[in-house]
């Protein structure tokens, strides 16, 4: 991105795919430019005249967390703030925005140094998810509130038969793990962290949870909170299918 002809190169090869993947045609589209530019690119770059995207990434957290919590205030009139701030989070955490950005199929226009391009930078789900942020914020920029509202809408409509299926998530995992095994078993979940490694330099955590002597459920996540949930809701199928 150091001279006019790369970038013009990228938004010749690159723009006009994305808007089409987006259905946005953007007004400058240097802003979707700066969306998809890493961090690790500008340290490798000399005399680059783009930021990385992390201000925007910024930016557009904010905004997601805006639009998505008006849409859930608008569709569900009789949910208390409780449970309306539970099915946000399951809607902008890093997850959802990288099951978002896969099914977008964002990761081949991603802007990468060489290091972070060779260690398997495209396909990571911190990256990803916070290029799904800046281009947010890109949206925003440029089009505007309304805009950034309907473009994010459709795809929580879309997604949610994937997300958010039934009443289970108006409550988090862990929580209704512990309310369904001490109403069927009288014990309590005990989650015991098991291995936490590094994989293309991001974190794999492994934890168990166990229920007396019923049950060990092992879960996975990026987080050791992602990964009890994970071994939460695996738990409850486990109890559901048992139960059945």
Same mark, same amino acid.
């Given at each position: 991105?150091?001279?006019?002809?790369?970038?013009?190169?990228?938004?010749?090869?690159?723009?006009?795919?994305?808007?089409?993947?987006?259905?946005?045609?953007?007004?400058?589209?240097?802003?979707?430019?700066?969306?998809?530019?890493?961090?690790?690119?500008?340290?490798?770059?000399?005399?680059?005249?783009?930021?990385?995207?992390?201000?925007?990434?910024?930016?557009?957290?904010?905004?997601?967390? #805006?639009?998505?919590?008006?849409?859930?205030?608008?569709?569900?009139?009789? $949910?208390?703030?409780?449970?309306?701030?539970?099915?946000?989070?399951?809607?902008?955490?890093?997850?959802?925005?990288?099951?978002?950005?896969?099914?977008?199929?964002?990761? /081949?226009?991603?802007?990468?140094?060489?290091?972070?391009? @060779?260690?398997?930078?495209? #396909?990571?789900? %911190?990256?990803?998810? &916070?290029?799904?942020?800046?281009?947010?914020?890109?949206?925003?920029?440029?089009?505007?509130?309304?805009?950034?509202? %309907?473009?994010?809408?459709?795809?929580?409509?879309?997604?949610?038969?994937?997300?958010?299926?039934?009443? @289970?998530?108006?409550?988090?995992?862990?929580?209704? $793990?512990?309310?369904?095994? *001490?109403?069927?078993?009288? !014990?309590?979940?005990?989650?015991?962290?098991?291995?936490?490694?590094?994989?293309?330099?991001? #974190?794999?955590?492994?934890?168990?949870?166990?229920?007396?002597?019923?049950?060990?459920?092992?879960? &996975?996540?990026?987080?050791? /909170?992602? !990964?009890?949930?994970? !071994?939460? *809701?695996?738990?409850? *199928? !486990?109890? &559901?299918?048992?139960?059945?």
């Amino acid at each position: 991105m150091s001279e006019t002809y790369s970038i013009d190169k990228w938004i010749k090869s690159s723009a006009g795919e994305l808007e089409t993947i987006l259905g946005i045609k953007f007004n400058d589209r240097r802003l979707l430019l700066n969306a998809f530019i890493h961090s690790s690119y500008i340290n490798e770059a000399v005399g680059d005249e783009f930021d990385s995207n992390e201000r925007m990434e910024f930016l557009g957290d904010s905004i997601l967390n #805006h639009t998505v919590s008006r849409y859930l205030y608008e569709r569900f009139p009789d $949910l208390d703030e409780g449970s309306l701030t539970r099915i946000r989070s399951v809607l902008v955490n890093k997850e959802m925005l990288f099951r978002i950005a896969t099914r977008l199929d964002i990761g /081949k226009y991603l802007i990468l140094g060489k290091g972070e391009y @060779s260690t398997g930078g495209a #396909h990571k789900e %911190s990256n990803l998810a &916070n290029t799904v942020e800046a281009i947010i914020c890109a949206i925003y920029i440029d089009q505007g509130q309304d805009k950034i509202d %309907s473009f994010l809408v459709g795809i929580i409509e879309e997604m949610w038969d994937d997300s958010i299926t039934d009443d @289970s998530y108006l409550i988090d995992s862990k929580s209704q $793990l512990q309310q369904t095994s *001490q109403k069927v078993y009288g !014990a309590t979940p005990v989650y015991d962290l098991i291995e936490d490694v590094l994989v293309n330099n991001e #974190h794999v955590f492994k934890v168990n949870v166990e229920i007396g002597d019923l049950f060990v459920i092992e879960g &996975n996540g990026s987080t050791k /909170k992602q !990964a009890e949930q994970d !071994a939460a *809701q695996k738990a409850i *199928q !486990a109890i &559901n299918k048992t139960e059945c």
